[in-house]
């Protein structure tokens, strides 16, 4: 049963820094490509970041220079270092594993930056 649980998320100020965590259980995580997605109320999910298996990332025009994705494969853990946060930041964050055909999110969790 694969299961991806994201945590970290919760309520800062503006120009604060949070970092989500995506732990992975039943994948062999090391293969598959992760990502950040998130989702505003009343607007589409959106591309956050995403992390190769070897290491390549890529990033959405709107947080390139503030956030930072990353993966630990020993602890099947990828993270979302967040920086210099913005209201319009916030939103459910989630965290996605994709190989090939094969695709799976995790619950998400709320981030909300006041102003």
């Known amino acids: 049963q694969v299961q991806l649980v994201e945590s970290g998320g919760g309520l800062v100020q503006t120009g604060g820094s949070l970092r989500l965590s995506c732990a992975a259980s039943?994948?062999?995580?090391?293969?598959?490509?992760m990502g950040w997605y998130r989702q505003a109320p009343g607007h589409q999910r959106e591309l956050v970041a995403t992390?190769?298996?070897?290491?390549?990332?890529n990033y959405a025009d709107s947080v390139k220079g503030r956030f930072t994705i990353s993966r630990d494969n020993a602890k099947n853990t990828a993270y979302l270092q967040m920086n210099s946060l913005k209201p319009e930041d916030t939103a459910v964050y989630y965290c996605?594993?994709?190989?090939?055909?094969?695709?799976?999110w995790g619950q998400g969790t709320q981030v909300t930056v006041s102003s």
């Open positions: 992390i190769t298996s070897g290491g390549n990332t």
């Open positions: 996605n594993a994709r190989l090939v055909t094969e695709d799976y």
């Open positions: 039943g994948i062999i995580f090391r293969l598959y490509a």
